[in-house]
């Protein structure tokens, strides 16, 4: 069974950091662009990050330019979402996906999803 899996969320403070862990099951992550999404509530799935599968390039949505970092490790089958500065605009559930082409504007181009890991950024 090909799967993704997310970790890493929690509950941080307002300026305070997490770092999102995706990796595959049932499959080579490395053959994949990997794209983060998150999703709170009342709110569509939005784009925000998403990197190659040789990682020689990667895009992010203008609301986490400067703040957040993707970066994968293909010897561990993982991708990684290294989130600083964080707001409480941040709060959502992060997915992560699998597929063909690193795009951050549509859900479309993935074809292999997690069932998220939920970030909390409050005081």
């Known amino acids: 069974q090909l799967q993704v899996v997310e970790s890493g969320g929690g509950l941080v403070q307002p300026g305070g950091s997490l770092r999102l862990s995706c990796a595959a099951s049932?499959?080579?992550?490395?053959?994949?662009?990997i794209g983060w999404f998150r999703q709170a509530p009342g709110k569509e799935r939005e784009g925000v990050s998403c990197?190659?599968?040789?990682?020689?390039?990667?895009n992010y949505a203008d609301s986490v330019k400067g703040r957040f970092t993707i970066s994968r490790d293909n010897a561990k089958n993982t991708v990684y979402l290294q989130m600083n500065s964080l707001k409480p605009e941040d709060t959502a559930v992060y997915y992560c996906?699998?597929?063909?082409?690193?795009?951050?504007?549509?859900?479309?181009?993935?074809?292999?999803w997690g069932q998220g890991t939920q970030v909390t950024v409050s005081s």
């Open positions: 996906a699998a597929g063909a082409f690193c795009v951050v504007h549509t859900t479309r181009a993935y074809d292999y």
């Open positions: 049932g499959f080579t992550l490395g053959y994949y662009a």
């Open positions: 990197i190659t599968s040789s990682g020689s390039s990667t």
